[in-house]
């Protein structure tokens, strides 16, 4: 059975770092073709990818934040970890961690499972 | 970048219509990397479809999902209670990922 959760602080300032940190279960993110991502969702809103990062290390993000946004993996924890610089009010928004597996060989690039998400509120 | 619309923004249909739901991206799909997602209040988005028309696990038939190139539908045949949500189509074709902006699924 696979989970996700994601876990990091609900509140931040204006110009912080966010780190956030998704723990998962039943998968491997050493299995050829795996890969965890990040999206995120502002209230009422559409959602938005971030990141991926895939068993190989091969990493990929939204071009829109490559600049503020580094994923990283640690395999002995079960956890991939996505920070965010400065951030700013309009980045409020509901984050999720989400599983991507194998598609025939190679990494499906969409998310079969996610975790429940956490709601980060950027104050001014 | 791969631009999704989706339309209608909204649409209300009456329990047990049939719901028919637009995705239309900026450029071609080889292979017809498209998946769709559903969304309730308060919950993380639940896999559909994946490769445009296959059923994710335990997603009953009254869902499918058709399309190629640049269209896609997703069609749920007889809308039940639990259908009323907001759905996401996405494309996997070619970085970065990217979402449509959401059809909100009504009760009439």
């Known amino acids: 059975q696979i989970t996700l959760k994601e876990s990091g602080p609900t509140l931040v300032k204006s110009t912080e770092t966010l780190t956030l940190t998704c723990t998962f279960s039943?998968?491997?993110?050493?299995?050829?073709?795996?890969?965890v991502g990040w999206i995120r969702q502002p209230p009422g809103e559409a959602l938005e990818w971030l990141a991926l990062i895939y068993w190989n290390g091969d990493k990929y993000y939204s071009p829109s934040l490559k600049s503020r946004l580094t994923i990283t993996k640690d395999i002995s924890k079960n956890q991939v970890v996505l920070t965010m610089t400065n951030m700013d009010p309009v980045d409020t928004a509901t984050y999720y961690c989400?599983?991507?597996?194998?598609?025939?060989?190679?990494?499906?690039?969409?998310?079969?499972?996610w975790g429940q998400g956490t709601l980060v509120t950027v104050s001014s | 970048e791969i631009v999704m619309t989706q339309s209608p923004a909204t649409l209300s249909v009456s329990p047990g219509e049939r719901a028919t739901l637009s995705c239309r991206t900026s450029?071609?799909?080889?292979?017809?990397?498209l998946v769709w997602y559903q969304q309730k209040p308060g919950q993380a988005p639940r896999l559909l479809i994946y490769?445009?028309?296959a059923r994710a696990t335990g997603v009953p038939a009254r869902f499918s999902g058709s399309g190629s190139g640049t269209e896609f539908t997703l069609t749920i045949s007889s809308l039940q209670s639990d259908d009323f949500a907001v759905y996401y189509c996405q494309q996997y074709n070619d970085w970065p990922l990217t979402f449509g902006q959401g059809t909100r699924l009504e009760i009439k």
């Open positions: 039943g998968f491997s993110l050493t299995t050829s073709a795996v890969a």
């Open positions: 450029h071609s799909l080889t292979n017809s990397y």
């Open positions: 989400g599983h991507s597996g194998d598609c025939g060989g190679a990494t499906c690039n969409y998310f079969d499972y």
């Open positions: 490769g445009a028309s």
